[in-house]
């Protein structure tokens, strides 16, 4: 069982351990040969981190601790930290180091966090299964000698904390890059309402739908690391909400179709254990899911969004991209002005009216992806590779699309191939639904 935040938070304060300890025990498995380290940190460990950890320590010993302090993390390479490059993944990003943090990042500094290292991601952060030619792809946790992915596009998030070479990982989602891999990994996953937490000092895939997020074994430690990157006082555990006449939707279309029989059994199972403790589960069709699909022609927003930012990189470093991301990029190129400014207008009206269908409900529960992890090796074949990547992005996109916010909870028994169980809420409505994921986390997580 993964120590939470408040457990390593707790043993740093009665003086059981100290950040020096907690990060000698994260660079060990970083440098353990038969491990995924030089997959996950595929740049190695932060050059900063132990003097990180011994300033952290030495501020302890004088009274002064921020509510990270000592606490390993980890960083997803598209996120600038101070003295450090930013490669998104890509090797044609190599330029001069970070002169300053990204704001979330610079948040997290300053609450204590130690940096343990910058991890690998899929290329640009364009795909939802993990994969990075450039790299290497870590290896799931779940069945580790079968190679399967982890999940994208914040890879090497996850696998550093189920492999405990961080407490928790900082990430990015725009269709579902932090609840993809944390669900896949048997992880909890959060992505807030985009407009929360600032995303200055990142690289851009869609400005539209992307939004910081965190990867951590509990759903409270999320929490912890949301309230600070969004600049709020953090959750506590006497917020956490009763299960006893909460109202969940499971949408009728879209989210339950295909799901293979590993996620069906967990999520029936999930679905149990939340009506019996009360919650009322209800079947609903939401209107607005209806023109989802036009959001996604030719790529939609996205790759439009993405090939504005990655036109001039292309046309001088296109040979350097991995060629799956280029393709998809491209994607973009094929749509005009106009069509970009029906599509924003469309998204805008899709969000009011969800936003509005939402309000009977406290929050939408569903599988946050259909399968189970599928091996690495599987999907070499481009058809396999595209199908495999929409039918992960295919759920969690929803929340980015329509600007809600959504967790992912491990809902899987022990020793079973990790499921991730989805909730969404409202915009804007994310410490609520942060309440509720704390409160469901205890009724349906079977993992230990």
Known sequence: MLPTLDTLRARLADRRTDAGELLASCLARIEDRGGEG????????????????????????????????????????????????????????SGAPASRDAIAIGRLRAAGAVWVGRTNMTEFAYSGLGINPHFGTPANPFDRAAGRIPGGSSSGAAVSVTDGMAAAGIGSDTGGSCRIPAALCGLAGFKPTAARIPLQGAVPLSTSYDSVGSIAPSVACCAALDSIMAGEPELQRCEERSLAGLRLAVPS????????????????????????????????????????????????????????????LIKDHAAGYDPRVLARIRLGSQNSTAEYLRMRALRSELCLRADDELQPYDAIVCPTVPIVAPRIADLEEESAYTSTNRLLLRNPAIANMLDLCAVSIPCHAQGDAPVGLMLMGRHMSDRRLLAIGMGVEQVVSQTH
Do not use: C, N, Y
């Open 253 to 312: 279309s879209i989210v339950m179709d295909g799901l293979d029989a590993q996620v069906a059994a967990a999520f029936e199972r999930a679905i149990a254990r939340l009506t019996a403790a009360g919650a009322v589960v209800k079947e609903v069709a939401f209107g607005s899911w209806q023109g989802l699909g036009s959001l996604g022609e030719h790529g939609g927003l996205v790759a439009m969004e993405a090939w504005s930012w990655h036109v001039g």
């Open 38 to 93: 030089a997959r996950v940190f595929p740049h190695g460990a932060s050059p900063a981190a132990r003097a990180q950890a011994e300033a952290s320590d030495a501020m302890r010993r004088f009274g002064v601790a921020g509510p990270l302090a000592g606490i390993p993390v980890s960083v997803k390479d598209l996120f600038d930290v101070q003295g450090e490059t930013t490669r998104a993944g890509s090797r044609i990003l």
